[in-house]
């Protein structure tokens, strides 16, 4: 029994730390527009206009391609039996999955 009995557990702290602090950060923003003097009603219309209506698309195209990297990583990894091509197209792939939601989503922006 080596380190494998602390993974569920560090994972459900660093679970537990990533939402509580996402819950603190949250109503410490609602807590600075409420000092600023804003309504409700322009607390509203600030939280619609912060959301990014291509969130779903960059992600989409992201997890494609680092599925893409994963795939053909295995693929040349299982032919070439160098495993340095799995991480490699992976970080290459998503790197290259990241430009092109930018440019996928500047394109529609535009329009």
């Known amino acids: 029994m080596h380190g494998e009995f602390f993974i ?20 410490k923003e609602k807590q600075l527009m409420i000092e600023k003097g804003l309504s409700y009603d322009q607390m509203m219309e600030f939280f619609k206009t912060k959301r990014d209506p291509f969130l779903m698309l960059k992600i989409g195209i992201v997890t494609l391609f680092f599925g893409v990297g994963l795939g053909v990583g295995l693929l040349i990894e299982r032919f070439t039996y160098v495993e340095e091509w799995i991480p490699f197209l992976i970080i290459s792939m998503t790197g290259l999955g990241f430009v092109v939601a930018f440019l996928v989503t500047r394109k529609l922006e535009s329009k």
């Open 8 to 27: 569920p557990i560090i994972m459900f702290l660093v679970i537990g730390v990533i939402w509580v602090s996402f819950i603190y950060f949250k109503s």
